[in-house]
């Protein structure tokens, strides 16, 4: 089967693909929102309590 491309194994990798995708994306999240933390009291908004924005944040990396 010469110049054919299994359709099994080009889904798992595709699927790998988009795993490590998914991976790098939240790790990134994951790390923008311990930024303002590390700040400090800076960044944070006054008008909601820094528990509210950091599980507002994190809620996105839990996708994962």
């Known amino acids: 089967m010469w110049g054919q491309e299994d359709p099994v194994l080009h889904n798992i990798c595709s699927d790998w693909d ?3 995708y ?3 994306v939240t790790l990134s999240i994951k790390k923008i929102a311990d930024f303002p933390t590390s ?3 800076c ?3 006054p ?4 528990e ?3 599980s507002l944040i994190k ?5 994962d």
Request: hydrophobic share 40%.
């Open 47 to 50: 008008l909601l309590p820094s």
């Open 22 to 24: 998914i991976k790098v």
């Open 52 to 54: 509210v924005h950091l």
């Open 18 to 20: 988009t795993r490590e």
């Open 39 to 41: 700040l400090g009291q």
């Open 59 to 63: 809620g996105v990396c839990l996708y």
């Open 43 to 45: 960044g944070r908004s």
